[in-house]
């Protein structure tokens, strides 16, 4: 049963190994999850098929024991590192490494399977050598507070004990996997003897860190950020909760003053090794940790805040352009069977699927703007069409069944509809939805768990457009409004109009005098709009 659970609790995201275990359903309700899930913080096969079989035989004593109604064992708390405390530690480490190799040779590796992990072994002992050479103790720190917790140890002295006892606790991983590749030459390495229980100084947690100056948490310094300022964005706060949670789940939830540049950037270059964050994604992360620390600053008397300066390594390279579409994407997208064959689906939110695209390309509205209209929100006026983007609803049972937000105070605006819209059956298409008693123009559109109500349709439509051949991270969905802005440019339209037109805030002296662009005005503008080339569909 360990060796089946060893293999099938050991799960890769990126290059990194995690322990992915799912909880019996007896034990349910205890844990208040159906799955345990963490990173064994190490890229290195075998080194995580021991940290995985450790941990799938802890948990299985434990669930044991809750069903036999004994508590589990105490966490032995580390305040102070001492002789005694490294002492068994790294020799629980090098026992319990040495056993599982042992057990894996006793089952016979085949000739690739015996290169393979040779080769993996030599590669790991460069790397660890180099750690070593340079005392980058930060980058083996997650490795150690990995097996302190399998072990059932929790750490809770200073950040330069924990230095202390990473630096002979690397000494001692590569003294290990010295003894491995020993084995590989066909030596006799002896087995060490099995350690004694390792021994706290207290059976007592010390005092929370979050109770004494100095000692605040980064998970303490959250809530302050988040009552600084009043309504924060639920999609904002969802954000910079993510990117503490993984910095978390990196480093430890230990008092700001522990952290320091050195450890920050580990974790930068762990992900970017991992390869899933772009160095522009990854800076914005550090970004939000940075303010997050920076608002419980003076509050709780910190002293510094590690996540300042930090340099993302590629970051001045890492310059994302959102390209309009050219004249082939375009009739490549209108030939999509959401057009030529009339496919409609579940993942576009239906009609939204055809009419979104099509607006777009003649508003330059916002996919959001767009995708919350109401239907009330198609109006005439002077014999001009036009669509209001707004979040003023003077219904208030409208605003409380469909409320809607903007980007900013200046993406209010009347954007007259194009002539090509029309004749695609655009007016058509608001007369059947009013007909039905909907009150938006797209019903069928679910929010995502953030809120945005085209946040499920903009991943829809990614996937479905490099399905059909529409693909590069440069040309999602946004590139309709980018592609409206250089049609813009070729009609001459006057940059104030333009800009009214895309809702942006005009900085010029002129913009802040008067009401802003008669409707006329602006539907001269988007008449002069055209895609020469282009088969734009016309929709029943």
């Not at 913080?41 to 098929?49: G, I, L, W």
């Not at 790397?127 to 490795?143: C, F, N, V, Y």
């Not at 994302?320 to 209108?334: C, G, H, M, S």
């Not at 330059?364 to 669509?387: N, S, T």
């Amino acid at each position: 049963m360990r060796d089946m659970y060893s293999q099938t609790r050991l799960a890769k995201r990126g290059s990194v190994y995690y322990f992915r275990a799912a909880i019996p359903r007896d034990l349910v309700k205890h844990f208040g999850k159906k799955e345990i899930t963490y990173s064994l913080k190490t890229k290195d096969h075998r080194a995580a098929k021991s940290l995985c079989s450790q941990a799938s035989a802890k948990l299985d004593r434990e669930f044991e024991q809750l069903r036999e109604g004994i508590a589990a064992p105490e966490v032995k708390v580390l305040n102070v590192v001492n002789d005694d405390a490294i002492n068994s530690i790294c020799t629980a480490w090098k026992y319990h490494a040495l056993e599982g190799d042992a057990a894996s040779r006793t089952q016979g590796l085949s000739d690739e399977e015996f290169e393979e992990h040779s080769q993996e072994r030599l590669a790991t002992i460069e790397s660890l050598r180099e750690i070593l050479a340079k005392g980058r103790m930060e980058r083996i720190q997650p490795a150690l507070e990995s097996f302190l917790h399998l072990i059932g140890v929790d750490y809770c002295g200073s950040g330069e004990d924990l230095r202390i006892l990473a630096w002979k606790f690397l000494e001692t991983v590569i003294d290990t996997h010295l003894a491995v590749i020993q084995r590989d030459h066909g030596e006799v390495v002896m087995m060490p003897s099995a350690p004694k229980p390792f021994r706290s100084g207290s059976n007592k947690r010390p005092e929370s860190p979050s109770k004494g100056q100095g000692k605040k948490s980064l998970q303490d310094c959250f809530p302050l950020w988040l009552h600084k300022r009043k309504n924060r964005n639920a999609k904002t706060v969802a954000a910079y909760r993510a990117s503490m949670d993984d910095f978390i789940e990196f480093a430890g939830n230990r008092p700001v003053i522990d952290y320091d540049s050195d450890l920050v950037y580990a974790f930068v270059e762990e992900k970017l090794d991992l390869g899933d964050q772009r160095p522009r994604t990854i800076n914005k992360n550090i970004g939000f940790l940075r303010a997050i620390v920076a608002a419980a600053k003076k509050r709780l008397k910190l002293t510094n805040n590690p996540f300042s300066e930090i340099e993302v390594p590629g970051l001045e390279d890492d310059v994302i352009e959102r390209l309009p579409y050219t004249q082939d994407d375009l009739n490549r997208i209108f030939s999509f069977p959401i057009y030529s064959e009339g496919e409609r689906p579940k993942g576009g939110a239906g009609a939204a699927s055809v009419w979104l695209p099509l607006l777009d390309l003649f508003t330059g509205a916002r996919l959001e703007e767009l995708g919350q209209l109401h239907v009330a929100d198609i109006k005439q006026e002077q014999g001009i069409w036009y669509l209001g983007i707004t979040d003023i609803i003077d219904d208030a049972k409208l605003a409380r069944l469909a409320p809607k937000k903007l980007k900013t105070p200046d993406s209010r605006r009347r954007i007259p509809v194009h002539s090509q819209l029309i004749e695609s059956g655009f007016l058509s298409y608001v007369e059947r939805v009013k007909a039905t008693g909907a009150m938006r123009l797209f019903p069928d559109l679910q929010p995502d768990n953030k809120g945005d109500l085209t946040g499920n349709f903009s991943k829809w439509y990614g996937r479905y457009r490099r399905k059909h051949g529409i693909t590069g991270y440069q040309k999602p969905f946004h590139s309709f409004r980018h592609t409206f802005r250089d049609a813009l440019r070729e009609a001459e339209i006057d940059v104030m109009v333009a800009n009214a037109l895309m809702g942006h805030k005009d900085d010029s002296m002129g913009g802040n005098y008067g009401l802003g662009h008669s409707l006329n005005t602006l539907n001269r503008a988007i008449q002069q709009i055209s895609y020469p080339d282009v088969e734009t569909p016309v929709l029943a």
